[in-house]
Every structure is written in structure tokens, then in C-alpha cells.
């Protein structure tokens, strides 16, 4: 199993542009969250999924899309990229709500 | 006041040594999560529980509901346990909500 990829590693982008992260997973897990890292702070909730076709709203979502389509498939979209975005997104999956979390490698994204 | 709260914030061990890091939480949870940062960036899962203690190698978290309180201990602590150490509360529902973690230095 490659547990959970997500790519790119690295991003920098202009402000005002978008850009989709990917999230996948082949574990077969049902739940799917997206975090941002900042310095200084614990990682926030941006969006979470229970299942394909469910999303909903965590701490921060503003300025953020998700779409779940296939359980493996966690899909994080920023509409038009602001230097307030500049942070590492990390995405986790978990078989269910009461199992451990698994995370992706992470993606440093920096907005100029 | 932040939900989760760890303490300290920067730890600074001599290897050998016996560690604790302490969580705090101020809601009520379903669960409580402790996780490992290494340090490049990756992100592992140590312990979930959500009652009484559970011991993993040298690792060992215990947890007191009604207190609202987690440890996380260390045994024989060695350099390669450096690491940020992150608490983590499931809230009623499927939020989790984290610390602000805890720089662990380990010295040989």
C-alpha cells in the first residue's frame, strides 16, 4: 500500500491564482480530512469527508473547495490564491471516526 | 484559551532520561489522539484512546476523562525521540482539534 500520497510537495503561486492539491489513499478509508500548518499554531481542520460524496465544513474553509467523488480521492481546490494561504497542507484518511490517522507527506504551498 | 492546550512547549531531555508531556482540553471528546512530527515534516500517529493508558514500546499515554488530561511518557528517552509531539481531541462529531505540540531535544 502507498498509504496516503499527496502531491505537489512544493507549490508557489501568484496571488489571485488557483490551483488544486491532490489527496489520495488506497486503504479503502472512509474518512478524509485536509489540515493547515502554520508556525506557531496546531494544525487547523480545513475540510473533512465521512464518505464519497459527503464533505463538510472543519475550523478554516474559507478560500477552500473539496469534492469527493471516489473514496480514494480527496481533492482540496483553492479558488484564487491569497498570501494568508501560505502554510503546509497536510491531508489524513481513518478507517472511521474512532481509528487513528493516517497522514500524507504533506504540501508546502507559498503564495507571493 | 485554546480547546487543547500542551505543555511545555519546549522540552529538553538528556538521553535516558524519563519524559512527560502533558494535554490539557477544555470540551468534551470522544477520543484523544497523540501524534509524532519528525523532523522532516512527516506526520505518525502514536496513540488513540479514549480511556485509561496504553503502552507501546517506550511509549506509554494515559488519559483521565473526568480531569480533562492526557500524558504522554517517555521511557529511556534517546536523540532519535526528537520530535514535535501533537495532542489531538475528537470532539462530539468528526473534528478533531489539535495542540500546538511540544519540541522535544534529546541529547546523547
Known amino acids: 500500500n502507498a498509504g496516503v500520497t499527496q502531491t505537489p510537495k512544493f507549490q508557489v503561486l501568484k496571488t489571485g491564482q488557483s490551483m488544486t492539491l491532490q489527496c489520495a489513499q488506497d486503504?479503502?478509508?472512509?474518512?478524509m480530512s485536509w489540515y493547515r500548518q502554520d508556525p506557531g499554531m496546531g494544525l487547523r481542520l480545513i475540510h473533512y469527508?465521512?464518505?464519497?460524496?459527503?464533505?463538510d465544513q472543519g475550523e478554516v474553509p474559507n478560500g477552500y473547495n473539496v469534492s469527493r467523488s471516489t473514496t480514494e480521492d480527496f481533492p482540496l481546490r483553492l479558488l484564487s490564491a491569497a498570501p494568508s494561504q501560505t502554510s503546509v497542507y497536510f491531508c489524513?484518511?481513518?478507517?472511521?471516526?474512532?481509528?487513528?490517522?493516517?497522514f500524507g507527506p504533506g504540501t508546502r504551498l507559498t503564495v507571493l | 484559551k485554546n480547546e487543547v492546550e500542551q505543555s511545555p512547549q519546549n522540552l529538553t531531555a538528556q538521553e535516558g532520561e524519563f519524559i512527560t508531556i502533558n494535554c490539557s482540553y477544555s470540551v468534551g471528546i470522544s477520543a484523544l489522539h497523540w501524534l509524532q512530527q519528525h523532523p522532516g515534516g512527516g506526520i505518525v500517529s502514536l496513540f488513540m484512546l479514549s480511556s485509561g493508558k496504553k503502552k507501546h514500546g517506550r511509549l506509554i499515554a494515559t488519559i483521565n476523562i473526568q480531569e480533562k488530561h492526557s500524558s504522554l511518557h517517555i521511557t529511556a528517552s534517546h536523540p532519535r525521540d526528537s520530535a514535535v509531539y501533537i495532542c489531538?481531541?475528537?470532539?462530539?462529531?468528526?473534528?478533531?482539534?489539535f495542540g500546538a505540540g511540544t519540541i522535544l531535544r534529546v541529547k546523547s
Open positions: 489524513a484518511s481513518s478507517p472511521g471516526r474512532y481509528n487513528e490517522q493516517f
Open positions: 486503504m479503502n478509508h472512509e474518512y
Open positions: 489531538a481531541v475528537m470532539e462530539y462529531g468528526n473534528k478533531l482539534v
Open positions: 469527508s465521512v464518505g464519497a460524496g459527503i464533505t
